[in-house]
Structure formats: C-alpha cells, structure tokens
C-alpha cells in the first residue's frame, strides 16, 4: 500500500495529520532535505512509532525512493537508538552522577560506520531519539549535525516528519479503541 492510499485510513478527526503527513514527506517543502533524507527519515520513524501498517506503506514507498543502504541505515538507526534513547535517558534522568562516568558498554558500532554519510545518519538519529524523548541524544545529534554543517531547517524538518509519523501512527493505533468508546 502506498502512502496515498493509507492517508485514506486517517480518520477525519486527525485530518490535519493527513495533510501534514503529505506536506512533510514534499522534497518541495522539505527545507532542503534531500529525497534520500526524507524518505529514510521517514521509514526511521515510523519504524521507531511501531505501527505495523504504517510501517508498510512507508517502506513501498521509500524503497522507490532509498537504496538498499539507505534502507537498511533507516532500519539501524531505529533499532540503535531504541537502545541508545532508553541508556542515555536514564543517564541523563537519574540523580546519581556516577552512571555519566561509567562506559555505557553497549555495542553500537553501526554508528560509525551506518552505509550511508554519517551526517546523514545522525539526522535519522536525531528524528527516532525526538520520537523516544531522550533530550540528551537530541542534543548530541544536533551537535554533531550543526558541526558538520547541517542547517536548522533539514535538522527542523527531520523533527517535523517524526511528529507527523508519530502521531498518525498513535491515530491509528487508538482509532479502534476510540471508536467503541465514542459508539458506548
């Protein structure tokens, strides 16, 4: 299923996500991100926001979009930020400062070398840990990015689809359970 096929599954109390998820995958509005950027920013976080479905129809269109590397980074940023964002939020949250000290001792080597530039990894980085709300990974990613030249508005962009991604994803993931409550 494509993506304008599945905006069709948004219900119309979430119409707004349904233009913005159209608006927000447009390399036209992109802010300069590249077809590649969005696209793999895209297939991160939805990945990242677990909605089967959407999932799906991301990826039918990402493939015509990304490369198997693309493809596969997208997949490797979700699943080590998945870890990453959980680790350092918890470093970041807990009062003890001895945990900032010890080695996380986690094997993240996909990180420095992801198959794609690594700026273009930290961007899909930077979009999965806005999703799982790790204010000490958003930050670091957006360091790296602004050294290596990224502007705010790709950097803002990026942070943009994760929102649409993850709202439409908790839509559809609630949309039944809203329906029954609203048919009692």
């Not at 839509?171 to 609203?182: K, P, S, Y």
Request: glycine content about 6%.
């Amino acid at each position: 299923m494509s993506i304008d096929t599945f905006k069709r599954q948004i219900p119309d109390y979430a119409k707004d996500l349904r233009v913005n998820l159209g608006n927000v995958l447009d390399v036209e509005q992109a802010g300069g991100m590249s077809q590649q950027q969005v696209w793999a920013t895209a297939l991160a976080t939805a990945i990242a926001s677990r909605n089967r479905e959407l999932i799906k129809a991301i990826t039918t269109d990402a493939a015509q979009h990304l490369d198997e590397n693309w493809l596969n980074a997208s997949r490797s940023a979700a699943a080590i930020m998945g870890m990453n964002n959980i680790y350092y939020r918890f470093v970041h949250m807990a009062s003890n400062d001895e945990y900032v000290k010890l080695p996380a001792k986690l094997r993240m080597t996909v990180i420095g070398n992801p198959g794609i530039d690594k700026a273009d990894f930290e961007l899909l980085s930077l979009a999965v840990s806005a999703i799982n709300g790790c204010g000490m990974c958003v930050d670091s990613h957006e360091q790296i990015l602004k050294k290596n030249g990224v502007s705010v508005e790709i950097i803002q962009h990026a942070v943009r689809i994760a929102s649409v991604i993850h709202a439409v994803a908790g839509v559809l993931d609630t949309h039944d359970v809203a329906d029954l409550a609203h048919a009692a």
